[in-house]
C-alpha cells in the first residue's frame, strides 16, 4: 500500500522525462532536417521536393512505428520500448553523417522513424495521460511542451552547427546527444501503479469501458481522418518557414531563430490549450487551436522582413501549438485506458502521414511555381477541411449523448 502512495507524485518525473525525450527526438524528426534543405541541396544538387522526401520517410516510419509500438507498449513495458527508440534513434542519426546518396537518408530516417521516433512518441504520451486521473490536459500540455521545445530547438542549433562544423559534423553531434541523453532518461519511464495492477489482474474496470457514446474505432477514424489534414496544414511552416525566409535573402541562422522563437512561444501555447482542454473539453480546445492555425498560416508568404517574421511568429506559435496537444486529450478522454496507446498509435498514424505528405507537397510546390503561394494556400484549404471534420465530430457526440440522457 506505501508503495501506491507513494508512487504517484512520481508522475511529475514521468511528465518531465517524457517532456525532455519529446524534445530531442521530435525535434529531430518532425521538422529538423529543414534546416538541411539548403546544404544538401548546394552539395548535391537535389531538389526541395526530393530533400522533404527524407522527412517524409521519417514521418512515415514514426507513424507505421507508431502503432507497432504503442500495442507493445500496452501490453509489455514502456521502459523496454523507449529504450530501444533512444538507441536506433542515436544511431541512425550518426550513420547519416556518412550517407552518399538520397535512398540511404531515405532508409535511415526510416528506420529511425519506425523503431526509433515510433517508440517514443505514442507510449510516452499514452503513458502520461494514464498517470493523472484529475487534469490530464495539463499533464499532456507540459509533456507535449518538450516536443515544442525540440522543434524549435533541435533546428536552431542544427543550423549553428552546420555554419560551425558542416552539415555531416552536424548530424555526427547531434547522434551523440541523443545517445548520451535519451538512454538515461529512458530509464526512468514506468508504467503508473494501477495500469501495472489492472493488467496483472486481467481485470476490467470502468476505465475500459467508451468514455463516449460513439464506439472505439468510430471515434479512432474520425480523429485520424481530421487529424491528416490538420497536419498538412501544420507541416507546411515548420518545413517551409526556414527556407522561405532564406529565400527573402536572409542568412540561415536567423531564419533558425525565427522557427526556434516561434516553437518557444509554442511551449506556453501547448501549456494553455492543455489546461484549456481540462476546463472547456477536448474536442473544443482542439477546434479553437485548429482555427487559429488556420486562420493565419497564409499570411507567412506575405511577410518580407526579417522583425515581421519574429513578431508573426509569435503571434502564430501560440495557437498552433495547442493543436497537437488538444489532439492528445482528445485521444485521452475519447478512449479507454486498455487500448489507449494503440488508439494513439493509429491516430498518429494519420498526424504523420499528413506532416509527412504536407511538408512534400511544399518542396513539390515549390519546384513546379518558383515561390511558396501555393504551398501556403494548400495549407489553409487542408485546414479548413479538419476545422469541418472536428466540428461534425463535437456535435455527433454531443446529440448522442443528449439523446442517452433522454431515453434514460
Known sequence: MSNIESEPAYRWVIVSASAMMLAISMGL????????????????GWQ??????????????????????????DRTST?????????????????AAHAQ????????????GFLGAGALFAPLIANVGNWFTKGPGLAVGIAAAGQAIGQGGVPFAAAILIGTIGW??????????????????????????????????????QSDESPVPLPFNVVVAWLSIAVLFCCVCMSVPLLHLVPLIQDRGIPLEDAGSVLFVMLIVAIAGRIAFGKLADMIGAIQAYWLASFWQTLLVFYFVQIESLNSFYIFAIIFGFGYAGVMTGLLVCVRMLTPLSRRASALGIVLLF???GHGIGGYQGGLFFDLTGDYKLTYTNAALAGVLNLIIVGALFHTIKRRTASLILQS
Open 29 to 44: 524528426m518532425v521538422n529538423g532536417i529543414s534546416v538541411f534543405f539548403i546544404p544538401l541541396n548546394e552539395e548535391f
Open 48 to 73: 526541395r521536393g526530393s530533400v522533404s522526401l527524407i522527412n517524409f520517410a521519417g514521418l512515415v516510419g514514426l507513424a507505421a512505428g507508431g502503432i507497432f509500438m504503442g500495442r507493445l507498449a
Open 79 to 95: 521502459r523496454r520500448v523507449c529504450m530501444l527508440g533512444a538507441i536506433v534513434l542515436g544511431l541512425c542519426v550518426l550513420a
Open 101 to 112: 546518396t538520397l535512398w540511404q537518408f531515405y532508409f535511415l530516417f526510416f528506420v529511425g
Open 168 to 205: 555531416r559534423n552536424a548530424f555526427t553531434t547531434m547522434g551523440i546527444i541523443m545517445l548520451v541523453a535519451l538512454i538515461p532518461l529512458a530509464m526512468l519511464i514506468r508504467k503508473p501503479p494501477h495500469s501495472a495492477s489492472m493488467s496483472s489482474s486481467g481485470g476490467i474496470t
Open 351 to 353: 498526424a504523420w502521414l
